[in-house]
T-cell receptor, first 111, second 114 residues
Framework: DQQVKQNSPSLSVQEGRISILNCDYTNSMFDYFLWYKKYPAEGPTFLISISSIKDKNEDGRFTVFLNKSAKHLSLHIVPSQPGDSAVYFCAAPRGGNQFYFGTGTSLTVIP | ETGVTQSPTHLIKTRGQQVTLRCSSQSGHNTVSWYQQALGQGPQFIFQYYREEENGRGNFPPRFSGLQFPNYSSELNVNALELDDSALYLC?????????????FGEGSRLTVL
């Protein structure tokens, strides 16, 4: 049973435009969420997180929005750069720092 | 400061065999988590080791087992390999088991079971 779902396997965006990656979850008790980025042949790296008491968290070009009523979060990247091309995973805690990960969205930023 | 290192990077086994994957945690980290990432899927939590004790386990059968050593390095052992065990196995280290906002992942060990 998928606790965290990413329904878009891939996304292509022009350089300089906004990238929006979406994630849905099932458990309303999750109290924080994370986004990880993964390049080929590398392990995932932490990108940004959000607590369930917030509806927005911003870090430079990256902003995560949380809509608790819809059990939905999204990652916005503005402006998108070619180096942002990677697979993005959203994650929610199963306890402590043990996580459920979504299936990932492969972002391609076209120069 | 060294990062998380995993070995081997690639290996091929046949059904029924056993495999051991190894992970050296990042300097200063006492917790190691193992994840399985099948093709087209996200990482799935296998188990976590904290100070040489298992601290949480995902929905994996007992033929998946692990160890953590006094230097906090870790092994993942899989017995009686099945075709569906083919995946990228990721190790992540952290300091402690509470949420810190970041796990540090290795590059993974890609296992192919024929």
């Amino acid at each position: 049973d998928q606790q965290v779902k990413q329904n878009s396997p891939s996304l292509s965006v022009q350089e300089g435009r906004i990238s929006i990656l979406n994630c849905d979850y099932t458990n309303s008790m999750f109290d924080y969420f994370l986004w990880y980025k993964k390049y080929p042949a590398e392990g995932p790296t932490f990108l940004i997180s959000i607590s369930s008491i917030k509806d927005k968290n911003e870090d430079g070009r990256f902003t995560v929005f949380l809509n608790k009523s819809a059990k939905h979060l999204s990652l916005h990247i503005v402006p998108s750069q070619p180096g942002d091309s990677a697979v993005y995973f959203c994650a929610a805690p199963r306890g402590g720092n043990q996580f459920y990960f979504g299936t990932g969205t492969s972002l391609t930023v076209i120069p | 400061e060294t990062g998380v290192t995993q070995s081997p990077t690639h290996l091929i086994k046949t059904r029924g065999q056993q495999v051991t994957l190894r992970c050296s945690s990042q300097s200063g980290h006492n917790t190691v988590s193992w994840y399985q990432q099948a093709l087209g899927q996200g990482p799935q939590f296998i188990f976590q080791y904290y100070r040489e004790e298992e601290n949480g386990r995902g929905n994996f059968p007992p033929r998946f087992s692990g160890l953590q050593f006094p230097n906090y390095s870790s092994e993942l052992n899989v017995n009686a390999l099945e075709l569906d065990d083919s995946a990228l196995y990721l190790c992540a280290s952290s300091q402690g088991t509470s949420f810190t906002g970041e796990l540090f992942f290795g590059e993974g060990s890609r296992l192919t079971v024929l």
